[in-house]
Each structure stands twice: as structure tokens, then as C-alpha cells.
């Protein structure tokens, strides 16, 4: 039970670490994409939609820690 829980949370690590290393940002500016050097933040002109605790959903965009630019993440 416990090792093959043990297996079953490694192949759930080691899927979301593929996942990350598919969706590798860059930075459209200078080509850094040091994931260390980029920033996840939020977007805080662009609402996208309200919680039920009332509390506002930003979108979430990326900050390059190399020359400033701020960048979609999904449009890297
Ligand atoms: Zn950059």
C-alpha cells in the first residue's frame, strides 16, 4: 500500500516536471528564459474574473528579470 503510494506520487512529480519543462517560458525581448530570471505577476488592469469570496482573479502575466520586459505567457 504505502510503496505503491510511494510509486504512484513519483510518477505524479515527474509528470508535472515534464509539463514545466514543456511549457518553457522565453522572453520574447531578449530570449532569456532562465526560469530564475522570470517572474511570474499578476496583471492587476485586467480582471479576469471574481472569486466567490468576492476577491478579484488577475491575469497572470510574466516579467523578465533580464531586461524589464513584460510579457503573455501564453503568447511567448
Ligand atoms: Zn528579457
Known amino acids: 500500500m504505502s510503496i ?4 504512484y506520487s ?3 512529480i515527474y509528470g508535472v516536471l515534464v509539463v514545466v519543462e514543456y511549457k518553457r517560458i522565453k522572453c ?4 532569456n528564459e532562465d ?4 517572474f511570474e505577476q499578476a496583471d492587476k488592469t485586467t480582471v479576469l ?3 466567490m469570496q ?3 482573479v488577475y491575469r497572470k502575466q510574466m516579467k523578465c528579470g533580464n531586461c524589464g520586459n513584460i510579457f503573455d505567457k501564453n503568447n511567448s
Open 35 to 38: 526560469p530564475r530570471k522570470l
Open 4 to 7: 505503491l503510494y510511494f510509486l
Open 49 to 51: 474574473y471574481y472569486s
Open 10 to 12: 513519483i510518477s505524479i
Open 28 to 31: 520574447p525581448e531578449c530570449g
Open 54 to 56: 468576492g476577491t478579484p
